[in-house]
T-cell receptor
């Protein structure tokens, strides 16, 4: 089956710093999503981004489908950005999502 | 945005008992619901896909007799962990997919808050 790999696995930042999270996938996908999982476990959808670039405030994402990777940019990080960031790819029919292993981000004040 | 609820949020049970977890889409009709399991410090693993009125489709390695899924209506799916054992302790997350007021033209997937199961 398709492989989804995220890097780095862990990241520690000082508040105000910028960061880039990467997601590589091994096959063509219907869609790609980025999620933030907060400390209580709730998944928050950040972007639906099968291709191209989107921006939402301090966050932006770019997916290059032909090269099978996606990047999530976090600028001017805040302590509330801490948590685990997952990318997930949609394969086949019916919306099935395959998740990467996540990047655990810790933003220090 | 659309709301998906799970009940209970946390459950502790004795080994050998069965536990039922409910997943509800509160403000839209979910044609498909998904069940995931997440162990500590790990990713979400899809367990099964359920469509209203039909049998669930289980992922490879997931025991269908162990994890019973019922999708009785367009707003409710249940996961029953039968004869639970300590190794079933995990965070169970559902998601519901359907057309919402915010996204009326395409099916969008929304995640519930999760249920933390501890089997003693």
């Amino acid at each position: 089956g398709i492989q989804v790999e995220q890097s780095p696995p862990d990241l520690i930042l000082q508040e105000g710093a910028n960061s880039t999270l990467r997601c590589n996938f091994s096959d063509s996908v219907n869609n790609l999503q980025w999620f933030h999982q907060n400390p209580w476990g709730q998944l928050i959808n950040l972007f639906y981004i099968p291709s191209g670039t989107k921006q939402n405030g301090r966050l932006s994402a770019t997916t290059v489908a032909t090269e099978r990777y996606s990047l999530l940019y976090i600028s001017s990080s805040q302590t509330t950005d801490s948590g685990v960031y997952f990318c997930a790819v949609e394969v086949g029919q019916g919306g099935k999502l395959i998740f990467g292993q996540g990047t655990e981000l810790s933003v220090k004040p | 945005g659309a709301v998906v609820s799970q009940h209970p949020s946390r459950v502790i049970c004795k080994s050998g008992t069965s536990v039922k977890i409910e997943c509800r889409s509160l403000d839209f009709q979910a044609t498909t619901m998904f069940w995931y399991r997440q162990f500590p410090k790990q990713s979400l693993m899809l367990m099964a896909t359920s469509n209203e009125g039909s049998k669930a489709t289980y992922e490879q390695g997931v025991e269908k007799d162990k994890f019973l899924i019922n999708h009785a209506s367009l707003t409710l799916s249940t996961l029953t962990v039968t004869s639970a054992h300590p190794e079933d302790s995990s965070f169970y997350i559902c998601s519901a997919s359907g057309k919402t007021k915010t996204n009326p033209s395409t099916d969008t997937q929304y995640f519930g808050p999760g249920t933390r199961l501890t089997v003693l």
